[in-house]
C-alpha cells in the first residue's frame, strides 16, 4: 500500500487534524516507510507460532476479589462543585 499526498490531507481532514503542508512531504514518507514494514510483517509465517499472553512461560496468578471504597470519599466529594451527602450533584440532563 502506498499513499499519497493527497490521500494524507483526505485522511486528516476525516480525522480533523491540521497538517501544515510542509510537514505533507514527511508524513508521507515516514507513513509509506510503516505500511512497507508492516507488508514485510505480513510475508512472514506464523503458522506455527502460538499466541502469547505474556512472554513468561507461567499462568496469571488469581487474587481474591475484594469490594473497597479506597477509603477516599472525602478527598474526592471535596472537588465536587455540588454534593449531597455521599454523592456528587449533576444537573439534569434528560428532560
Known amino acids: 500500500m502506498s499513499l499519497d499526498k493527497e490521500k494524507i490531507k483526505h ?5 480533523r487534524i491540521s497538517v501544515d503542508d ?13 505500511f512497507k514494514f508492516i507488508e514485510q510483517l ?9 499466541p502469547l499472553t ?10 481474591k476479589d475484594e469490594i473497597s471504597d479506597g477509603k477516599i ?3 474526592i466529594l471535596k472537588n ?3 454534593k449531597n451527602e455521599e454523592f456528587f450533584v449533576v444537573p439534569k440532563v434528560v428532560e
Not at 54 to 63: A, E, F, H, K, V
Open 42 to 50: 505480513n510475508e512472514l509465517n506464523t503458522d506455527k507460532v502460538e
Open 80 to 82: 465536587s462543585p455540588k
Open 73 to 75: 470519599r472525602e478527598k
Open 11 to 15: 485522511v486528516a481532514k476525516l480525522a
Open 54 to 63: 505474556s512472554i513468561l512461560n507461567q499462568s496469571l496468578r488469581s487474587r
Open 22 to 34: 510542509a510537514k505533507v512531504d514527511s508524513l508521507t514518507k515516514d507513513l509509506n516507510s510503516i
